[in-house]
């Protein structure tokens, strides 16, 4: 351990106040119950021991940490969100099984790696479950420059300390972690962001895995992804309007709802929201979708996996067997999962999420899986496509719109002195963007007549732009990209 004369001071300080402590609280009563004054010189002898061998115990066991959970065991009481981060020894839950760490393909970590050692997959299982225990979502792993890494477990920025290991345990960590997230191993000056998954009794936990170059080498946090709550709509970004229509049509009791979007279009988002806004006392709701975000409360949830027996179209027959009122699919991509939906929807709403930049292209795709245009015709109750749009940051510039685009501004009766281009700050850590919105097409199945193709989502990116909500750029990127599928699509 590194020398520091903070490491002297505090145990003096610790001494002074163990004596305090123990003179102000004890000595009173210990005097009463006694009944007499003259065994105090003892107790004050007593006294002057008790603070060194407290401040000796408390070295041995990294005092600090120690402070800290004496401190928050005694506001605990009063405090209740302190309380449930104290790491008091909890009972161990019926139930919960031993944690299965996975790769980025989905398979179970072993030994047959030989970068990871098996100490530190038995750490990193302890602490994950430590973590799923107490039911905390994030976790800290710095070593120090002194060999020491107090691994640190919290929320919302409270932590408190879990445990301690060695430094170079703490890099095999480390090192394990970046494999299972499929970083590059080797680089350690650079931060890197990726994904972890776990297993327990079946259930599957996300986490986000960042690594960042610290004094003492390399710094590892891990947040548990799904704890927050579904996006509202209005969040999402729908209009009253747009709201009206999805919750008329979230109300049908069979029938077919749409959601069609290009990968990373915020669909899945979507998706969740409208399923936050169905009443689960009032309809059976189950869903297949392979989610890195919380169950939604009263939602029976299956996660395809790649095993024969839970591959995507057989939980969706397994779903639809069991007959509720509502059946989600987020991404549906096979002709056997759709065909078996589509039949359910007579008389279920099925609730699904397509890879499509635009109706048509979604619209084809089910064709090519046998589900006819008259058949979606005849089911859909509302379609949605959409798409994401990063926001600009507060920093954002004024940028005067190209030619062409300004003409469209004045077509359409867009004003252009508020239209921004991206800059950068702290805040934003120099993208010039912070935040997303969406920009969504809602249409019944009158749409299926008309070529609508990604006009009404430029014109409503565009409209964002206007505003200065959105870059010109961010449009062209996100919704005119994609449009040759489109245009040359029939
Ligand atoms: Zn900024």
């Given at each position: 351990?590194?020398?520091?004369w ?24 210990f ?45 605990g009481?009063?405090?209740g ?5 104290v ?31 098996s ?9 994950l ?6 039911n ?20 919302k ?14 890099g ?70 747009a709201?009206?229509t ?7 009791p ?14 899945s ?12 006392k ?6 297949v ?32 067997q ?17 065909r078996t ?21 979604a ?23 959409q ?30 002195d508020?239209v ?29 007549n ?23 750029d961010?449009?062209?990127r ?13």
């Open positions: 351990m590194s020398y520091t903070i490491w002297l001071l505090i145990p003096i300080m610790l001494w002074f106040y163990s004596g305090l402590f123990l003179v102000r609280f004890l000595g009173p009563g005097d009463e119950w006694r009944g007499s004054k003259y065994l105090k010189p003892y107790w004050n002898l007593l006294t002057l021991f008790a603070g060194p061998v407290m401040a000796l115990v408390m070295w041995g066991y990294q005092f600090l940490d120690l402070i800290w959970l004496l401190i928050a065991k005694l506001f009481g009063i405090f969100k302190l309380k449930k981060v790491p008091s020894a909890p009972p161990p839950k019926s139930g919960t099984g031993p944690v299965r760490l996975l790769d980025s393909r989905g398979d179970a970590v072993t030994g047959d790696d030989p970068r990871t050692t100490r530190a997959r038995d750490t990193l299982r302890k602490i479950a430590e973590l799923l225990d107490k905390l979502t994030d976790l800290v792993m710095e070593p120090k420059p002194n060999g020491i890494c107090v691994i640190q477990a919290g929320q920025g409270k932590w408190v300390p879990i445990r301690e290991i060695d430094a170079k345990l703490a095999e960590v480390i090192l394990l972690v970046k494999i299972m997230a499929a970083l590059n191993p080797q680089e350690s000056g650079r931060a890197q962001v990726g994904k972890i998954t776990i297993r327990r009794d079946g259930a599957a936990s996300y986490f986000t895995a960042e690594t960042t170059a610290t004094f003492g080498g390399e710094k590892l946090l891990l947040h548990r992804k799904g704890t927050e709550p579904p996006m509202s709509l209005d969040a999402c970004g729908f209009s009253a309007d709201r009206k999805i919750h008329g049509a979230l109300s049908a069979a029938g077919v709802i749409l959601i069609a979007a290009p990968p990373d279009s915020g669909s988002t979507t998706f969740r929201a409208l399923l936050a806004e169905i009443d689960t009032m309809r059976d709701v189950i869903t979708e392979d989610s890195a975000d919380a169950m939604l409360p009263g939602i029976v949830r299956r996660e395809p996996g790649k095993a024969q027996n839970n591959s995507f179209p057989m939980l969706t027959t397994a779903a639809v069991e007959s509720p009122t509502v059946l989600g699919l987020d991404r549906l991509a096979d002709a056997g999962s759709a939906a589509f039949d359910a929807a007579r008389e279920m709403l099925l609730i699904f999420t397509i890879d499509a930049p635009t109706l048509e292209d619209v084809q795709k089910l064709e090519s899986w046998g589900v006819s245009r008259q058949e979606l015709a005849a089911r859909l109750r509302l379609a949605i496509v798409r994401r749009l990063r926001k600009l940051c507060k920093c954002r510039r004024k940028a005067t719109p190209a030619p062409e685009i300004q003409e469209y501004f004045n077509e359409a009766g867009f004003r252009t508020k921004c281009a991206p800059a950068g700050c702290r805040n934003c850590g120099e993208t010039g963007f912070l935040g997303v919105t969406a920009v969504f097409d809602l249409c019944g199945p009158e749409g299926l008309e070529t609508r193709g990604n006009t009404y989502l430029a014109y409503e990116g565009f409209r964002l732009a206007s505003e200065g909500i959105v870059s010109v961010e449009v062209e996100a919704v005119l990209a994609d449009s040759t599928t489109n245009t040359q699509g029939e």
